[in-house]
T-cell receptor, first 118, second 110 residues
């Protein structure tokens, strides 16, 4: 089963709120990812976790705080967001995260959380 | 980092037509994926194809790694094929970052 689930599907939050996005996979994958997609643009990588450790942070502002409690779960904690942070947030997973000349594995995406910051 | 370019940006076809979408990339790759994004935002995996040729029903893909391009073929288009098609790649010489092209928006008219 190649399924990544995300909750909630939709989220509206004010600039002073704190909320969390959740992602779960049960494929035994050891790499998990957060992407951000603005309207009519391609997804852009935010964070990579490999074996539950943060391996890439693409210079994301600190108001986004990722967490990987175990190999199946990935959270994104949101605090003091701006209206320009409104976007589709996609979670993905892969068998492992390749590096350099090592094999890179297929990434599977969840359905996304559509976030609106008011 | 790696650059990924897709063409054409937009394509409008009659139902039943065939189409070819192109993806050029600037570096040698160890991951090349094609996705279809449906109107609800779900990215659906079509092919994982860092090299070679694969077929899945009406869809097929070819990656010529030495010449740094990949092609996605859609035959006998159906209205459900409408949406945005993304190519994405990971460079052999970078980190684990999957870089997406800007996409091809395909519209199939009944």
């Amino acid at each position: 089963d190649t399924e990544v689930t995300q909750t909630p599907k939709h989220l509206v939050m004010g600039m002073t709120n704190k909320k969390s996005l959740k992602c779960e996979q049960h494929m035994g994958h050891r790499a998990m990812y957060w992407y951000k997609q603005k309207a009519k643009k391609p997804p852009e990588l935010m964070f990579v976790y490999s074996y539950e450790k943060l391996s890439i942070n693409e210079s994301v502002p600190s108001r986004f705080s990722p967490e990987c409690p175990n190999s199946s779960l990935l959270n994104l904690h949101l605090h003091a967001l701006q209206p320009e942070d409104s976007a589709l947030y996609l979670c993905a997973s892969s068998q492992t995260a390749g590096r350099g000349l090592a094999t890179s594995y297929e990434q599977y995406f969840g359905p996304g959380t559509r976030l609106t910051v008011t | 980092g790696i650059q990924v370019e897709q063409s054409p940006p937009d394509l409008i076809l009659q139902e039943g037509a065939n189409s070819t979408l192109r993806c050029n990339f600037s570096d040698s790759v160890n991951n090349l994926q094609w996705f279809h994004q449906n109107p609800w935002g779900q990215l659906i995996n079509l092919f994982y194809i860092p090299s070679g040729t694969k077929q899945n029903g009406r869809l097929s893909a070819t990656t010529v790694a030495t010449e740094r391009y990949s092609l996605l073929y859609i035959s006998s288009s159906q209205t459900t094929d409408s949406g945005v098609y993304f190519c994405a790649a990971i460079s052999n010489f970078g980190n684990e970052k999957l870089t997406f092209g800007t996409g091809t928006r395909l519209t199939i008219i009944p």
